[in-house]
């Protein structure tokens, strides 16, 4: 079998026909409360059809395509939205075990974890990224998480590279997309144009060749992954945003920054940024009893650094200011995720531009601190 | 792919980190109003817990939480676990109403330790306020039992009244050992308080160490640290011979839950001893 394969819009249902067989739980983008979401499919009928959107600095919209347009039969011509796989592979709210009263004292009980192997269907490039910099986080330190790390090696990734750029994605200044390289264990590119619709498929593992072997495809021609590569080139040509490539030493250099003030002034300290994006990893552990205090339970769910308990100790919490929150999470993103985990913490999804309530625009947040420079950095670290 | 973390009592891979072993307590001594300390056991065997000077256990107790305690025992004797406890909310007033028999969970020993080795041949000043003189306590332990191998020992001690010292009959018989220097002050006392009144820093004009040949370990308040640490470098004790311990929100002990991260450091992990040259100067910035 070559390594890129062509299949029809209708082999979609074979494919996601072949994931069930293996035994997967697709899951994939569909249409919910006007905004494109990560749930099961059952169908491929079930992927939104015809969907543009449009995002910006707190501000995002689903609209149907014109009818007259080939837009009308696209199938992922929109960004990501406000989930990511993040809710699979690391669940917003988890038990970790259970404590039962005995004569002596108490038993643990392990807690089990019964997650279906999941097919991701639909992963952009920035979300394979945020699942490698997850992995980091999860797997490869010195301790493992051990419900990640099995629901992780159980998932088939089918992902999707990006043809048409969301209006705050700046995935290719970080160098995560629009294309994905590898992560994946099959890769579709959507053909779309008024007379042709069709899928791309890379091959990324043994078991994605194996899956194909399931569905109806023939070898792409040179010039069908021709037209490929160059709508992923315009996806990358139409995004309006940029890091600046230094934003590691810059935000390292400026904790005092005034800026942090302004930007203070504009932040509600919601945590909305946290909560979407798809690397952030903060969690808080919440033990409860029964009523009768025979029973209790440990629960671990998705924090966020803008709280003003996450950094509680008797006497109060370390960061008190907004400012000092803000800091703290872009800091952490661009800047000291690297010492701590080899890697930035941002993939340039854009979903913390989009899902701000006030806008708030990272890039434009390490651009501004960047301008008006003046700190020396921290030298002796 | 991955590997057990030096002192890790179990294989993370295998053992789920997160699920504490049962510890049934031995002992509880009251020290002070509100400070009691704890002498725990394993209930379920298993291999004999080590833990280096510094280091810390996740106590839980059933139903109400979990927090970091530091371990506040002879490092020499881990059986059983011992660690002092300052009542200051739910979880610690919980434990303090625990008694002999009763059960906890626990999780650990987690963290980076003292430099009992690399201060070898060295003078060492030990510097504690307050309830910060338990998690030093088991490195004095391991000074005293090789006191040959280290110069000058100085102990300075600071708590807020004489009736807040910690672990005071212990400080009386070090205090009584020529090979110690054992220094003690409080902020403020009644007439019938015979020693000093003042803050602790003040008696690192003491000396009876040599500055440049010092390793110094301070545990307390982080503010009684940053003056520690500025009279100490005036004094020439350079910062890469300075320990801190410091304190932060825990909820992992693994790097897993983000709470204790104090620039790019997981307190957690990365600490909560430090080397100080390795966090001058994020020691500065407020709220970071
Ligand atoms: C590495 C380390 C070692 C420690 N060693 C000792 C010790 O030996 N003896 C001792 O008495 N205390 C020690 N502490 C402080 C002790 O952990 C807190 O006093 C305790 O967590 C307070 O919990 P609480 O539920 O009683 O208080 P509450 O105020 O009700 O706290 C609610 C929650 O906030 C968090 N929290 C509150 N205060 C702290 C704090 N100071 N540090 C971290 N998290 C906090 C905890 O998650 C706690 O469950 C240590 C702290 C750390 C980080
Ligand atoms: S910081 Fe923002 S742009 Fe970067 S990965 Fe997170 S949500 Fe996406
Ligand atoms: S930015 Fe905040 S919530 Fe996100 S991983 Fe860092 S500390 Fe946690
Ligand atoms: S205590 Fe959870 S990351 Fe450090």
Redesign the pocket.
Known sequence: MPDTLLISTEALQGLLDALIAKGYQPVGPRLERGAIVYETLSAASDLPRGYLDEQGGGHYRLSKADPSSPETAGIFRYAVGPQSWKGFLFPSRQSLWRARRTETGFAFEPETDDAPAYAFLGARPCELAAMRIQDRVFQEGPYVDRGYAERRARAFVVAVNCTRAGGTCFCASMGTGPRAEDGFDLCLTELLDADDHAFLVEIGSASGRALMELVRHRTATPEEIERGRRAITDAAEQMGRRMPPDAAAILASNPEHPRWDQVAQRCLSCANCTLVCPTCFCSRVEDTTSLDGVEAARHRQWDSCFTL?FS????GPVRRETAARYRHWITHKLSTWHAQFGTSGCTGCGRCITWCPVGIDITEEVAAIQATERAEPLGDE | MTQAAPGLAWNPMIADAMLPARYRVDAIRRELTG?FTLALVPVDGGDALTFAPGQ?NMLYQFG?????????GDPACPRPLV?????????????QHLASGHMVGLRGP??THWPAEAAQGADLVIMAGG?GL??LRPLIYQVLANRKRYGAVCIFYGARTPDEILYRDELEQWRSRFDLTVEVTVDRAGPDWLGRVGVVTRLLAAKGFSPPDTIACLCGPEIMMRYAVLALRDQGVGPERIYV???????CGLGFCG??QFGASF??RD??VFRFDGIAKRFDIREI
């Open positions: 308990d509680y100790i008797h006497g | 400070v810390y109400v939480g979990e927090v970091p305690i530091s371990l506040s660690h002092t406890i300052r009542a200051v909310g739910t979880v610690t007033n919980a434990l987690f963290g309830i338990a998690p311990s410091l304190e932060r929100n825990m909820q709470h204790c307190v957690c600490g909560p």
